[in-house]
């Protein structure tokens, strides 16, 4: 049985990621910092304007996360040093980010219309890829797949730049969050149709929609299991759904929670970030 517990935090987190130190680290988007969850919570301040959004461990041992605000990339070590990275390219809206298989970090410029990647001494390389990258997860191919939200589309980008774009088959499906399966394929979630998506690395797309259409679903993630887990954000529910497309849905236990970032914690749970200023447990049983 599925047991959910609730762990107040300061602000209102919005992503979160497991680091290397074993414990779950957050961003704050509105008070300009990054969290770690200790008792009592640990907090790092990365700039008022910054508007820390998402949050991956990198392959160096430390966090990396998006600016949104101030359009850069942070990186933040285990004992809290901070540095932040400017990009080339101005105003860029960096949002998502993930570790590649080449050691260096990838993340997205939603207002740019691009992916970025960024080595972990700094270097940054920008791609042009279509309308409103959003978030971004390394497949099993050896590329990054990514979600175009205003395209309504997958995008992959290989090593050296090489893009494709994958359209989708729901018109207006908004893609979001997107993950690796255990199963060989990438997940994404459909926050404008209230679908969940799996794309292979050949491009084949199927959607799964979800028993409320009207959930807004934001953030996915593979769970310890074969099942991806998912926020419900207008819902007020974590969802999960098996490689062959059964949905189980759970409610939160405070209405209004407005969960966005999901990911596997330390403790083989999986965790939710609660924009009403908690963070949830899913104990699996």
């Known amino acids: 049985m599925t047991k959910i517990e609730e762990f107040p935090v300061p602000g209102g987190p919005y992503a979160l990621a497991t680091g290397g130190d074993g414990a779950l680290w957050f961003t704050l988007v509105s008070r300009g910092q990054i969290g770690r969850l200790t008792s009592p919570v640990a907090t ?6 910054a508007r820390p959004t998402i949050i991956a461990a990198g392959p160096d041992g430390a966090l990396w996360f998006t600016a949104y605000g101030t359009h850069r990339i942070g990186r933040i070590t285990t004992g809290g040093e901070m540095t932040e990275f400017p990009l080339p390219t101005p105003e860029a809206g960096p949002f998502g980010i ?17 992916v970025g990647r960024i080595t972990v001494d700094g270097s940054v390389t920008e791609f042009p890829t279509g309308s409103f990258p959003s978030a971004i997860a390394a497949g099993p191919d050896g590329a990054m797949w990514f979600t175009l939200n205003q395209g309504n589309a997958i995008g992959r980008i290989a090593m050296d730049g090489t893009t494709a774009i994958h359209p989708l088959p729901t018109e207006g499906a908004a893609p979001v969050g997107i993950t690796a399966g255990r199963d060989g394929a990438l997940w ?16 084949a797309v199927t959607e799964f929609p979800l028993p409320d259409r009207a959930g807004r679903p934001h953030a996915i993630t593979a769970g310890p299991d074969e099942r991806l887990w998912f926020t419900e954000w207008a819902g007020n529910r974590i969802g999960s759904i098996t490689p062959d497309g059964a949905i189980e849905s759970y409610d939160l236990p405070t209405p209004g929670s407005e969960p966005h970032g999901i990911a596997l914690g330390p403790d083989g749970a999986v965790w939710a970030a609660l924009e009403i200023g908690a963070l949830a447990r899913l104990d699996l049983g």
């Open 44 to 49: 790092f301040e990365t700039g008022a304007d």
């Open 98 to 114: 993930a570790p590649g298989p080449d050691g260096a970090l990838w993340f997205t410029e939603s207002a740019a219309d691009r």
């Open 188 to 203: 994404f979630v459909e926050i404008g149709a209230g679908q969940i998506g799996r794309i292979t690395p050949d491009g």
